[in-house]
């Protein structure tokens, strides 16, 4: 029987849980497209669990759900698992943390020293030290890989690799951060202000408790980067990003008169020789005025015109999908 | 020195120019990519060139513009070359023929059977015959690629592959025919009548001479079986087409009325369980509603919601940056 695919797991939040029960509840179809897949750690931010034979992602997710951690106290953190554990992939799903890209940063970089390749939700890391990261996962023949830091599950780098096969892209905006997008609806809807508008988004589960990174556009800034290097063949960073301005400041009455010059205010993330966020005051008609939980981009090619693409791109089962399309990705490679 | 890649080029109108044209003036980068690329054979309905070093092909484009042949009086028509010429890949541009399929088909089949990859702009032969062409490609272990046949250069089957990666897609709708839609976005911005909105169309270059193919509907149908097919799975042929509805009956005056209330009338080619081509009135928001010579097309995914994708998808380069897309992919393939 051929080597399975061994997977370390760091983060266990609604990615991570949901990524889990797709393992579990498509193993055999998993297994005739790439092969054995196995998960031969998991960690959270308080503990971890491991077993060379295979984690029993089933116990994990119960745990987890009793106790708040995935493996007893005292067992290894993260950073000391990706030593121990010998695994094929890094599947970093922890959420941003600090401007600094840490913890994700040390713990990508370290699987790709131990040889391993990396799968990625986590955006901060690659936003801060893209070019770093990925000089590593060259000079040792690696894949990092990292289509759930953009687009929540839309395929945006498979969408602009084949746009750039026989052409290039000169420009990029997007519509980038679907919390802001929905906020920003439903004030033009319902004539709310932003703190209810955000109040509703946060029921439905399409913000965060802590909201600042997506209203703020520092996550917006995050993707445009991490778009900008990857589709341009840039090497910005996050600190490169001119003009992050996010939504804070945008009033019920300014929404209101928007509406009335029949546009609609959105966050539009840029890169061509410099990332940037700003607001916008988009005709209705405009590929990138749409509404809801909904993420949108337009490439800008420079022999074949503009092309657009869009979508519902929020939630962990998006987001967790397309991990799972990097993961399966990586698996294809390695039965080649 | 690796060997190069051997193409023969079938139909040597706007598109095969253009492509002879992006070979000619991108040598060095597609060598550099894929390996040396080299045509090998030329053919029109009227003639036909070979050279086993290489065709000229600026002098083939010199020949064409001044006699309307690529080739001498009494040189081997397409079929013919194709069996005769020591090739890779047979690059079928033809246009579409009758609703036979033919000439490509025969073309196509040949190629195959000869153990040559196929890329085909012709969709013709697709729609009528792809669970034929693909059965047999695949059991010859060939590439039978048709980007350009759906989406005038957007990538719409790299992203439905994407998409279908770690998820599945139920149903795509499409709006397939650029030429249609230009004509319904001139009436609706002028106010004015099918064939006023045409003549512009054709005088721009949008449409064709003939363009029954295109508001009647066979286009978009012929469209939507290839997106149903390789994305679904199915093995439609054009004849399972249901209400072929083309644009041709569409009034002055019912543009108007749909302008009055807040609607755009648009060619929408459906398929889920059956394909199908209808008139449907969209709201003006609508990811579909685009305007002007622009394609657009909606996946349904089955756990990640709706995705979309489009763009200027209109004109002689598009088109043969999808097909050399293909091409360097074959490249890519035959270089692993």
Same sequence: chains 1, 2.
Wanted: aromatic share 4%; charged share 25%; glycine share 12%.
């Amino acid at each position: 029987m051929a080597r399975a695919l061994r997977l370390i797991l760091v983060g266990f939040g609604t990615v991570g849980q949901t990524l889990a029960r797709q393992l579990l509840a498509r193993r055999d179809e998993i297994s005739r497209r790439v092969g054995r897949v196995l998960v031969v750690g998991v960690a959270d931010s308080r503990s971890s669990a491991s077993n060379r034979e295979g984690v029993d992602l089933a116990k994990v997710i119960r745990s987890k759900k009793r106790t708040g951690r995935v493996g007893e106290l005292g067992t290894p953190e993260a950073l000391e698992l990706i030593r121990e554990v010998d695994a094929d992939v890094l599947v970093e799903l922890a959420s941003a943390g600090g401007t600094d890209g840490e913890p994700g940063l040390s713990r990508i970089g370290r699987a790709l020293n131990s040889g391993m390749h990396v799968v990625s939700s986590n955006k901060m890391p690659l936003a801060v030290a893209y070019a770093f990261l990925m000089g590593r996962a060259r000079g040792r023949d690696l894949a990092l890989k990292y289509g759930a830091c953009v687009g929540g599950g839309i395929p945006f780098f498979e969408f602009a690799d084949a746009c750039t096969a026989a052409d290039s892209i000169r420009r990029i905006d997007g519509v980038l951060n679907a919390t802001s997008t929905y906020v920003l609806t439903r004030m033009e809807q319902k004539g709310i202000s932003m703190d209810e508008a955000l109040a509703e988004a946060q029921g439905l589960g399409y913000a965060e408790t802590d909201p600042s990174m997506d209203i703020g556009g520092v996550d917006a800034a995050c993707k445009i980067v991490i778009l900008g290097n990857h589709i341009l063949g840039k090497s910005f960073s996050l600190k490169d990003v001119k003009g992050m301005d996010g939504i804070a400041e945008v009033t019920a009455a300014r929404v209101g008169a928007t509406k009335t010059r029949k546009k609609k205010i959105r966050m539009v993330a840029t890169v061509d020789t410099t990332p940037r966020v700003s607001l916008a005051e988009l005709p209705q008609t405009d590929p990138l005025a749409v509404d809801g939980p909904v993420q949108a981009a337009k490439f800008q090619c420079v022999s074949s015109g503009a092309k657009f693409i869009g979508g519902e791109g929020a939630g962990g089962l998006s987001t967790s999908l397309a991990v799972l399309r990097d993961v399966l990705a990586i698996g294809d490679l390695e039965r080649r």
